[in-house]
């Protein structure tokens, strides 16, 4: 009797042994993904920058071309001006509108990266950097808003049925690249220098969010899959514009960066009931 209990004991032990090793290597792997969460973002020098965003607002500019192009090509397929095999003139028309719309997506996104690479200045000049900032709205308002003018406008070019639908894809194309063109977050020159002269050490941020923070532990990144790391520099030419409320908070009661200047996320924490 004896015997067979302590068997059964060690089998249980056994178990429990390699329940723990597991547990173990389970904490280790988590341990190692927190580790891993943290990825380091190299810093652009300044001409690196400029580079860049000369480069990539060059292709915007392309691309804008090619969305015009598209824009009229179906204003000629609407005219009849041009007759394409294959389809019909519908659904040549909705064709063009997509190869537009995909054009001023990629243009805008573009364009965005580049502000944020090699911002505009804002003194003196608020009329040019709102102008230059919102660029991409601008722009999906000159490739699609003729277009749909035209196909509201013209009589006897299209059946019925086929103008409501050309008609609501444009606007529909127009809209999504009018949000998406839009800078929700810019950032100007002098907040960037601003930003850049105040915090020198390292600051974190995550893949979509517009706010970078001064403190690794700040509550409103704990959960996230991915947070980076690295100068503010690189933070504002990752998409980062201004930094995180609670951040700049802990910040002043500790004294420990100078925020005059930066941009700072409106008072989130008044609702928070802080
Ligand atoms: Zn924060």
Redesign the pocket.
């Known amino acids: 009797m004896e015997e067979k209990k302590r068997t059964v004991t060690r089998v249980e032990d056994g178990e429990k042994v390699r329940k723990t090793a597991k547990k173990t290597t389970e904490a280790v792997e988590t341990a190692e993904q927190e580790v891993k969460k943290v990825k380091k973002v190299e810093t652009l020098s300044k001409p690196e920058e400029k580079s860049k965003a000369i480069t990539l607002r060059i292709v915007s500019a392309i691309l804008w071309v090619a969305a015009i192009a598209c824009e009229v090509l179906a204003i000629l397929c609407l005219f009849k001006a041009l007759r394409l095999p294959g389809l019909s003139q519908m659904w040549w028309m909705i064709i063009f509108i997509v190869v537009d719309l995909i054009c001023c997506i990629v243009a805008a996104l573009l364009w965005k990266k580049a502000s944020h690479l090699d911002p505009f200045k804002k003194t003196n000049n608020k009329v040019g950097f709102f102008i230059l900032t919102q660029l991409g709205v601008i722009m999906a308002a000159i490739c699609f808003l003729p277009l749909i003018i035209l196909v509201l406008t013209s009589k006897d070019k299209l059946d019925k049925k086929s103008k409501i639908i050309v008609t609501v894809v444009a606007i529909v194309a127009l809209l999504i690249a009018g949000l998406i063109g839009a800078d929700f977050n810019p950032i100007s020159a002098e907040e960037k220098a601003a930003a850049e002269q105040s915090i020198t050490g390292d600051v974190f941020w995550t893949t979509f969010g517009h ?1 970078y ?3 690794e532990d ?1 509550h ?2 704990a959960n996230s899959a991915s947070v980076y790391s690295g100068s503010v520099t690189a933070a504002i030419d990752n998409g980062c514009s201004e930094l ?4 700049a908070k802990r910040a002043e009661k500790e004294d420990s960066l100078a925020l005059d200047g930066l941009n700072i996320e409106e008072g989130v924490a008044e609702t928070a009931g802080e």
């Open positions: 706010k923070h001064a403190y700040c409103t990144i995180c409320y609670y951040c």
